[in-house]
């Protein structure tokens, strides 16, 4: 806590060149853009960082084949570039995976007119992944046994990419460089709001933890609320051209169902598309596509219904999936950016979701709508070279703010992991080794750890049974990781509760001394308050009038 504890006091003393309000993708990858380029930035987010949007993802990083279909080929072409950026730019976090497309009999295209269709989303990606394939029903069943192929007339494989660890943790990394380079953020942070005073921001700022009030100053105000763009330009007063509309997507998360890592994506009974996406030792299963009027949303009957219908119709599975298979759920909005003049009547599937940026040049705010993980880089430049106009100055305008740290630092932990055996230590339980993990989550900071468990071997043990978990990674978690609630550890610096029961997450005998490590003597209260607030998952049912409103779809893909 003593990190976000200093920060919350430096907020509250000093004058920012940029304040952003949002610590979600938008949020966090400006912040990194800025900062990193000399820009003196504060950030703050009501909740954890990525705590909503950021958080309930399909952990894929892809060009935006599903907006061919509405032939909106430039956005595809930038997102696909955007794609091959991310992956040479964090090859140890964001990789190439194939995804595997199955086409029941009587469905309204062929097989071959999507692969050529796959062909030409491939070629738009400057042919950066491997070539598409076409799949007979007896090729598709040889790569993946559990798919049923009796009522299939074939398929077609190609690319795209995903996140190797979770959305969250990604999101985060983006945060932890802004405080390298001498951002000021912390989570927990409310705005209630701001005025603007003699050519600065004055917000209204409360730490949630206590109740506290103070303000921070700024030149540039960045809105990056997510969802919550709208209602926080109405404390401010502004009224930029664009607004949200709201899409609610669930996954439920299940016993891994194929050893193969290879996304299967089927289209459902209303012709919309979701995903099989492995998950280590844990499976994926979603998304759905609801339209809702606000960004506050949770999992119902229907919406589970929905997805296990589907997916058992879909595979030959030992005994078909139910809801005690469930091991967690994932459920958010996704704000889609519509013109202020449009209104919210055009088809919301048919929206894409790509990013809009509005500027008040008079009052020097900007406002981001949309966006995802695939673009954050490109929103990123973006606000750097908005806030530059509004006459910031930049002093390193060229540096790479962004990335994996160099391959000499690399080969460096490489080199001394290799020399201290450290991937015989790695859990009969993780699905990758030791060192790719480590390197992949703290980079250069991975070195700290292997001098700690040169140290101490304790250091190297297992914490929490049933996870990945160092007793070195929860310390360094304590230090610089701004964890405030456990659940901040749990599902979002990790994705433990994703993957692992919340029973067998409480009976774990090294919760309590991660606990303690992590906040001391608030250990006992920290997580008395995250088993009371995160009970064991059931799902709701919508009311009829809401359920008329609001059918599950999957995502759509019409080409």
Not at 185 to 200: L, M, P, T
Not at 214 to 228: D, H, K, M
Not at 265 to 270: E, K, L, M, S, T
């Amino acid at each position: 806590m003593q990190l976000r504890d200093s920060n919350i006091e430096k907020l509250s003393r000093e004058t920012f060149d940029v304040l952003i309000i949002g610590g979600g993708i938008n949020g966090a990858s400006a912040a990194a853009a800025l900062s990193g380029q000399g820009v003196k930035v504060g950030l703050i987010d009501r909740g954890d960082f990525a705590g909503e949007t950021s958080m309930h993802s399909s952990n894929l990083v892809w060009g935006g084949i599903k907006y061919m279909e509405s032939y909106d080929f430039p956005l595809v072409r930038k997102l696909c570039k955007s794609r091959n950026h991310l992956i040479k730019s964090f090859p140890s976090t964001v990789q190439e995976i194939r995804f595997l497309t199955t086409i029941a009999r009587g469905f309204r295209y062929h097989p071959r007119y999507l692969w050529a269709g796959s062909w030409l989303y491939w070629l738009m990606g400057n042919a950066f992944t491997r070539i598409p394939r076409f799949l007979k029903p007896s090729a598709i069943k040889e790569r993946e046994a559990i798919i049923d192929t009796r009522d299939s007339i074939g398929g077609f494989e190609y690319s795209d990419a995903y996140l190797h660890d979770n959305d969250a943790r990604f999101v985060f990394n983006f945060v932890r460089t802004a405080l390298n380079y001498g951002a000021m953020a912390a989570n927990y942070v409310e705005s209630q709001g701001a005025r603007r005073e003699n050519g600065v921001w004055v917000t209204r700022a409360r730490n949630v933890m206590n109740d506290d009030t103070f303000e921070i100053r700024s030149r540039v105000l960045i809105n990056a609320a997510g969802p919550w763009v709208d209602q926080h330009n109405e404390t401010t007063g502004q009224k930029p051209g664009h607004q949200h509309v709201y899409s609610k997507g669930i996954h439920l998360i299940v016993p891994r169902l194929t050893d193969s890592k290879r996304v299967l994506a089927f289209f459902a009974d209303d012709g919309r598309l979701f995903f099989v996406i492995p998950m280590g030792q844990r499976t994926c299963i979603g998304t759905t596509d609801t339209r809702v009027e606000n960004p506050e949303v949770h999992v119902t009957d229907e919406d589970t219904q929905f997805v296990l219908d589907n997916i058992n119709k879909r595979l030959e599975l030992d005994k078909p999936l139910g809801r005690e298979d469930i091991i967690a759920t994932r459920c958010g909005v996704r704000p889609l950016a519509v013109k202020a003049s449009a209104g919210g009547g055009r088809d919301f599937l048919q929206l894409s979701r790509k990013h809009a940026i509005d500027t008040d040049d008079a009052e020097a705010h900007i406002s981001i709508f949309g966006g995802k993980l695939t673009d954050c880089l490109n929103v990123g430049e973006e606000i750097v070279g908005e806030v530059k106009r509004l006459g910031v100055s930049v002093p390193y305008p060229d540096y790479r703010w962004y990335g994996e740290p160099s391959e000499s630092v690399r080969k460096e932990f490489l080199h001394q992991a290799e020399l201290m055996d450290l991937d015989a230590m790695t859990s009969s339980e993780a699905s990758e080794p030791l060192t790719d993990r480590l390197w992949r989550r703290y980079g250069i900071h991975a070195l700290d750890m292997l001098e700690e468990i040169r140290e101490d071997p304790r250091q190297g043990e297992l914490l929490i049974e049933g996870t990945e978990y160092l007793r070195c990674e929860l310390g360094q978690a304590q230090r610089r990781e701004m964890i405030t609630r456990l659940e901040d550890f749990l599902r979002r610096r990790s994705k433990i509760s994703l993957v692992v029961s919340n029973e067998r997450i409480r009976q774990s005998p090294g919760l309590m001394e991660a606990c303690e490590i992590l906040f001391g003597d608030q250990a006992r209260e920290r997580f008395d308050e995250y088993f009371a607030e995160t009970p064991e998952w059931t799902p709701e049912k919508l009311s009829s009038e809401a359920e008329a409103d609001n059918p599950a779809h999957s995502e759509s893909l019409n080409w």
